[in-house]
């Protein structure tokens, strides 16, 4: 149970937000459950010595903000398939949950001809 003086503080919180945005924050925007958009990007990271360039491949729920990384080597669309395929998505079937739109950069690794670019390919088998 909040005390008094907790519930003044958030409220001023609150007014403070409101004041400098306008409206107060809702969280289920612009999602309403788990893996309704889940967001996909590729880092570069840096250039190591006797490695090369290292990217991370990076994946968020956006509605419960559970976040997936994994580094790589190369920019290619293997590597965005392979991220969703070994850890994201045995993640949420474990849950009972299923996968709905994927937002991304429409970077080379993610877009291409849907009947022979692999990432698209992916999306399409997984019926997402």
């Given at each position: 149970m ?15 937000v ?14 309403r459950?788990?893996?309704d958009?889940?967001a ?6 840096a250039?190591?010595k006797?490695v090369?360039?290292?990217?991370l491949?990076t ?11 994994h ?7 293997v ?7 070994n850890?994201?998505l045995?993640?949420?079937?474990e ?9 991304s950069?429409?970077g080379?690794?993610f ?8 990432y ?9």
């Amino acid at each position: 149970m909040y005390t008094t003086n907790a519930i003044e503080a958030i409220n001023a919180q609150i007014r403070k937000v409101t004041k400098k945005r306008g409206s107060v924050p809702n969280p289920t925007d612009p999602t309403r459950f788990p893996g309704d958009l889940v967001a996909v990007d590729t880092f570069f990271v840096a250039t190591l010595k006797g490695v090369g360039k290292v990217y991370l491949q990076t994946v968020l729920d956006t509605f419960s903000r559970m976040a997936w990384g994994h580094f790589y080597t190369s920019k290619l669309p293997v590597t965005a398939v392979h991220v969703l395929n070994n850890r994201v998505l045995p993640f949420f079937d474990e849950h009972g949950v299923q996968i709905r739109t994927v937002l991304s950069d429409d970077g080379r690794e993610f877009c291409g001809r849907p009947d022979r670019h692999p990432y698209e390919i992916f999306l399409q088998l997984e019926d997402i």
